[in-house]
Antibody, heavy 130, light 108 residues
Framework: QLQLQESGPGLVKPSETLSLMCTVSGGSISTGSYYWGWIRQPPGKGLEWIGAIYNSGSTYYNSSLKSRVIISVDTSNNQISLEVSSVTAADTAVYYC??????????????????????WGVGTTVTVSS | EIVLTQSPRTVSLSPGERATLSCRASQSVSSRYLAWYQQRPGQAPRLLIHAASNRATGVPDRFSGSGSDTDFTLTISRLEPEDFAVYYCQQYGGSPLTFGGGTKVEIK
């Protein structure tokens, strides 16, 4: 059974970089045509898609966060990671990793992204505070 | 960006009743690329429906999705106790991927 588990510091100081890891078990990141990515949920609010990565390293990001976000893949350890730089209190949220089903491509300066998420991790809470 | 508006924000129903949840898009969602998720308190979202009407693996058939263009509906035919939760729609026909604000189904 495929499982995803997020891990990382629960507290980050303003202006610093938030770093999280997602470990996939029960299946390989390198098999199938899936992307793997991140979604977050501020306290008491809705869901926001952050971005996704393929096992080749190809990445797609939400344009609203693109300047501050890096998603990486480590196929040897079956993990993906998330970095969000220059964090503020607005980045306080539960961060989920999830398997993405669908496809994406870039055409010119535009990204065309067609994913839904079929398997989710349990989430990890990150608070930005001094 | 496609904005999804869900209504009502909260609905109060009794077990056994029918729930009808609406998701309206600010522009047409291509190829009916619309998904529905269920989120119980303290848990991660769970995929229920993709491509507007396709149930995900293991989802009971009391859950059904319909709609196209800008108007989509999630119907729960007879509410079970475990169905009281928050439901989100998500479009994946335009970039970036966006979610609706959610509908809470609470016990009356």
């Amino acid at each position: 059974q495929l499982q995803l588990q997020e891990s990382g510091p629960g507290l980050v100081k303003p202006s610093e970089t938030l770093s999280l890891m997602c470990t996939v078990s029960g299946g390989s990141i390198s098999t199938g045509s899936y992307y793997w990515g991140w979604i977050r949920q501020p306290p008491g609010k809705g869901l926001e898609w952050i971005g996704a990565i393929y096992n080749s390293g190809s990445t797609y990001y939400n344009s609203s966060l693109k300047s501050r976000v890096i998603i990486s893949v480590d196929t040897s350890n079956n993990q993906i990671s998330l970095e969000v730089s220059s964090v503020t209190a607005a980045d306080t949220a539960v961060y989920y990793c999830a398997r993405h089903v669908g496809s994406a491509y870039s055409y010119g300066i535009y990204d065309h992204i067609y994913f839904y998420m079929d398997v989710w991790g349990v989430g990890t809470t990150v608070t930005v505070s001094s | 960006e496609i904005v999804l508006t869900q209504s009502p924000r909260t609905v109060s129903l009794s077990p056994g009743e029918r729930a009808t949840l609406s998701c309206r898009a600010s522009q047409s969602v291509s190829s009916r690329y619309l998904a529905w998720y269920q989120q119980r308190p303290g848990q991660a979202p769970r995929l229920l429906i993709h491509a507007a009407s396709n149930r995900a693996t293991g989802v009971p058939d009391r859950f059904s999705g319909s709609g196209s263009d800008t108007d989509f509906t999630l119907t729960i035919s007879r509410l079970e106790p475990e169905d009281f939760a928050v439901y989100y729609c998500q479009q994946y026909g335009g970039s970036p991927l966006t979610f609706g604000g959610g509908t809470k189904v609470e016990i009356k």
